[in-house]
């Protein structure tokens, strides 16, 4: 399994879809913060409006942008003119999503409209859900995001994937049929991947997680991690991996990290750890030999430094959870 392919792994992320938005003339409609471990995001199927994030920052949208909030921060939705008034927002269904819109009108076949009819041509069409992720074993990517994550799919430069996949999920809405639902949501899940992919091959000049999977000599060091996290790893060794010698990689690593190699390498096998303590019934004993250490203690003291609590509570604590969704 590829690097990236196994970070979105450990991290598991579960997508699921709010609602679809329709909306026309002025609009500002206000996201609060989210839960921890869930994260937000919103995909511009048609028409171009502005995010304005807690932090201050405005962010120009339009059709094949993707943004997601991995921290569930506060943010704002509105129209490119920040217009005041407008009509109220209501909330119905189009039988595949709940639809917010504020143009009055009910839900209808969009196909039968005229071309010319304002309601249509200067419609901003979002599709908006979140992803549910488990603290933890999803730290190591999660963590390393930007926030907010925005990233432009509908440029020319663009790949042809990415412009199927977000045709697809538009027609898909449009279209509601059976099952519509299940393949959008799929489809969101492949978005993720890929705005990854792109996000990381645009900013491979930056420090972190994404700028690591995007350098050719690092990066298999960072895959012989993840591949073998029990071993008792040494720079010397890692820096063979990547042609270097220890100082260059030492040095190279760190400056495309941000962290050192130890830390990173601690990272991971606690996000290891954890993932094993929430599919598997393994001793905390054995998954602290699994990620490489040699006793329980050594690993429980390790994983709560990391992690905020002990190895049991950690996985009492999503049991407990799991006993609350049924």
Known sequence: MDTLSRLIDL????????????????????????????????????GTCVIETAAGESLDMQAGDFILFPR??????????????????????????????????????TSARAPNDTAIHDRVDLLCGRFV????????????????LHVSLGDPHTLDALQTVIALMRGEAE????????????LSHALFTMALRVHGERNANNAGMLALLTDARLGASVQAMLDAPERA???SELGERAAMSRATYARHFNERA?????????????????????????????????????????????????VGVTPGRYRRRKQADDALDD
């Open 11 to 46: 991290a598991r992320p579960q997508a699921s879809l709010d609602l679809r938005c329709l909306l026309s003339g002025a609009f500002d409609i206000d996201h609060a913060p989210f839960e921890a471990g869930v994260a937000p995001f919103h995909l511009v199927l048609a």
């Open 72 to 109: 569930g921060a506060a943010h704002r939705v509105r129209d490119v003119t920040r217009s005041a008034g407008g009509l109220p927002v209501t909330l119905g269904h189009d039988g595949m999503l709940p639809v917010r819109r504020n143009d009055g009108h009910r839900i209808t076949d």
């Open 133 to 148: 992720y488990a603290p933890g074993s999803s730290a190591l990517l999660l963590n390393a995001l930007p926030d907010p």
């Open 175 to 186: 279209r509601r049929q059976p099952g519509a639902v299940a393949i959008v949501t799929a």
């Open 233 to 235: 790893w040494t720079i």
């Open 258 to 306: 941000g962290m050192t190699v130890l830390d990173f390498l601690t990272q991971i096998r606690m996000a290891i750890a954890s993932d094993l303590l929430l599919r598997t019934r393994r001793s905390a004993a054995d998954i602290g030999e699994a990620v490489g250490y040699q006793s329980e203690a050594a690993f429980g003291k390790a994983f709560a430094q990391s």
